[in-house]
C-alpha cells in the first residue's frame, strides 16, 4: 500500500496563477484533509471531506477550492496564488469520524508563489 | 473557538527523559493526539488519550486529565532520532463533526 501521496512534490507559481493539488489514498478512508504549514503557527486545517462527494471549509478555507468526486482523491485548488499562500500543504486521511484522531499524512508539496 | 498551548523549544540531553506539555481549551472535548514530525518530513501519529491516566507505547508515555484541560508526551532514553517536532491535537465535537484541531508543536532537540 502506498498510503497518501500527493502531487506535486514541489511548485512555484506566479502572483495570479492557477493550480490543483492532488491527494490520493488507497486504504478506503472516508475522511480527508487538507492542512497548510508555515513555520511557527503549526498545522492548520484549509477544508475537509467526511465522504466522497462532501466538503466543508476549515480553519483558513479562503483563496482554496477541494473536489471530493472519488473517495480516493481530494483535490485542492488555488485559482488565483498569492504570495501569502506561499506554504507546505499537507494532506491526510482517516477512517472515519470514531478514528479521526489518528491521521495518515502525505509527504507533503512544498509551494512557493513569487 | 479551540486553543492550544505547548512549549516552542525543549533541548534535552541524550538518555534522558523529557516531558512536553499541552493545555487546551475547547467544549465538545474527546480526546488528545500526539504526532512526531521529522525537519522535511510529513506528520506521524505517536498515540491518543481520551480517558485521564498514562497510555505507554515502549519508550513513549502520554498522559491526559480531563478535569485540568491538560496533558503531556513523556519521552524515556531519548535518543538522537527523537530530535523532532511534537504537535499535540484536540478532537472535540463541532458543527455536527469530530474535528480535530492541532497546537502549534514543539521543537526537541537532543544534545549528546
Known amino acids: 500500500n502506498a498510503g497518501v501521496t500527493q502531487t506535486p512534490k514541489f511548485r512555484v507559481l506566479k502572483t495570479g496563477q492557477s493550480m490543483t493539488l492532488l491527494c490520493a489514498q488507497d486504504m478506503n478512508h472516508e475522511y480527508m484533509y487538507w492542512y497548510r504549514q508555515d513555520p511557527g503557527m503549526g498545522l492548520r486545517l484549509i477544508h475537509y471531506?467526511?465522504?466522497?462527494?462532501?466538503?466543508a471549509k476549515g480553519e483558513v478555507p479562503d483563496g482554496y477550492n477541494v473536489s471530493r468526486l472519488k473517495k480516493q482523491n481530494f483535490l485542492l485548488g488555488l485559482e488565483s496564488a498569492a504570495p501569502s499562500q506561499t506554504s507546505v500543504y499537507f494532506c491526510?486521511?482517516?477512517?472515519?469520524?470514531?478514528?479521526?484522531?489518528?491521521?495518515?499524512f502525505g509527504p507533503g508539496t512544498r509551494l512557493t508563489v513569487t | 473557538g479551540q486553543s492550544l498551548e505547548q512549549p516552542s523549544e525543549v533541548t534535552a540531553v541524550e538518555g534522558a527523559i523529557v516531558q512536553i506539555n499541552c493545555t487546551y481549551q475547547?467544549?465538545?472535548?474527546?480526546?488528545l493526539s500526539w504526532y512526531q514530525q521529522h525537519d522535511g518530513g510529513a506528520p506521524t501519529f505517536l498515540s491518543y488519550?481520551?480517558?485521564?491516566g498514562l497510555e505507554e507505547t515502549g519508550r513513549f508515555s502520554s498522559f491526559l486529565s480531563r478535569s485540568d484541560s491538560y496533558g503531556y508526551l513523556l519521552l524515556q532514553e531519548l535518543q538522537m532520532k527523537d530530535s523532532a517536532s511534537y504537535f499535540c491535537?484536540?478532537?472535540?465535537?463541532?458543527?455536527?463533526?469530530?474535528?480535530?484541531?492541532f497546537g502549534t508543536g514543539t521543537k526537541l532537540q537532543v544534545i549528546p
Open positions: 491526510a486521511s482517516s477512517y472515519g469520524q470514531t478514528n479521526s484522531y489518528e491521521q495518515y
Open positions: 471531506s467526511v465522504g466522497e462527494g462532501t466538503t
Open positions: 491535537a484536540v478532537r472535540a465535537y463541532s458543527g455536527g463533526y469530530q474535528k480535530v484541531t
Open positions: 475547547t467544549s465538545g472535548f474527546y480526546g
Open positions: 488519550n481520551a480517558l485521564d
